[in-house]
T-cell receptor
Framework: AQTVTQSQPEMSVQEAETVTLSCTYD???????LFWYKQPPSRQMILVIRQEAYKQQNATENRFSVNFQKAAKSFSLKISDSQLGDAAMYFCAYLTGNQFYFGTGTSLTVIP | NAGVMQNPRHLVRRRGQEARLRCSPVKGHSHVYWYRQLPEEGLKFMVY????????ESGMPKERFSAEFPKEGPSILRIQQVVRGDSAAYFC???????????????FGPGTRLTVL
């Protein structure tokens, strides 16, 4: 069974600092995709970054980057130069076939 | 370009009533997915539909829940005889092509928050 675990229910970071959100997953598949979604209070699901499992190079999108460790089944998100607008729930997700599997989320607070 | 639209955004029902949630996918997308988010949890897959076909309903409760995606019009998630435990946010996503190993991004709608009194 595929599972996604986010062990940090809440995190906080000072504005302009860097924070890392953890995610581990369990799968027997060899081809899959990993994602980080942001859910602000509006509840809209916003794609932050995605990673193809067959790619060794870590994905980056501006201030957002991932540390993908396939053997360890780990997929952490690093947010650099944190901004107030980054405050939200962050969900790690795994996609195989037609189904997404989401973690339980990490609530990120950005302290001015 | 309009994204995925869901309505209503908020829906209040009393126990035993029916809830109908509508999802209009991105124009040109023929694949729709429904997810449910219970309080303090991540989204959980319910059902995957193509036009006039249910492809995968493995995440759908066996009773009271049904979904359709007709040839014309929006996809509908229908919950009959709602109970308090059905209170959740229901998200719809659409994609242009079937997702096997080749990735096609799912675009999420804003969700419908269902409250059962």
């Amino acid at each position: 069974a595929q599972t996604v675990t986010q062990s940090q229910p809440e995190m906080s970071v000072q504005e302009a600092e860097t924070v890392t959100l953890s995610c581990t997953y369990d799968t027997s598949e060899s081809d899959y995709y990993l994602f980080w979604y942001k859910q602000p209070p509006s509840r809209q699901m916003i794609l932050v970054i995605r990673q193809e499992a067959y790619k060794q190079q870590n994905a980056t999108e501006n201030r957002f980057s991932v540390n993908f460790q396939k053997a360890a089944k780990s997929f952490s998100l690093k947010i650099s130069d944190s901004q107030l607008g980054d405050a939200a729930m962050y969900f790690c997700a795994y996609l195989t076939g037609n189904q997404f599997y989401f973690g339980t989320g990490t609530s990120l607070t950005v302290i001015p | 370009n309009a994204g995925v639209m869901q309505n209503p955004r908020h829906l209040v029902r009393r126990r035993g009533q029916e809830a109908r949630l509508r999802c209009s996918p991105v124009k040109g997308h023929s694949h729709v997915y429904w997810y449910r988010q219970l309080p303090e949890e991540g989204l959980k897959f319910m059902v995957y539909l193509q036009k006039e076909n249910i492809i995968d309903e493995s995440g759908m409760p066996k009773e009271r829940f049904s979904a359709e995606f007709p040839k014309e019009g929006p996809s509908i998630l229908r919950i009959q005889q709602v109970v308090r435990g059905d209170s959740a946010a229901y998200f719809c996503a659409s994609s242009p092509l079937s997702q096997g190993i080749s990735y096609n991004e799912q675009f999420f709608g804003p969700g419908t928050r269902l409250t059962v009194l």
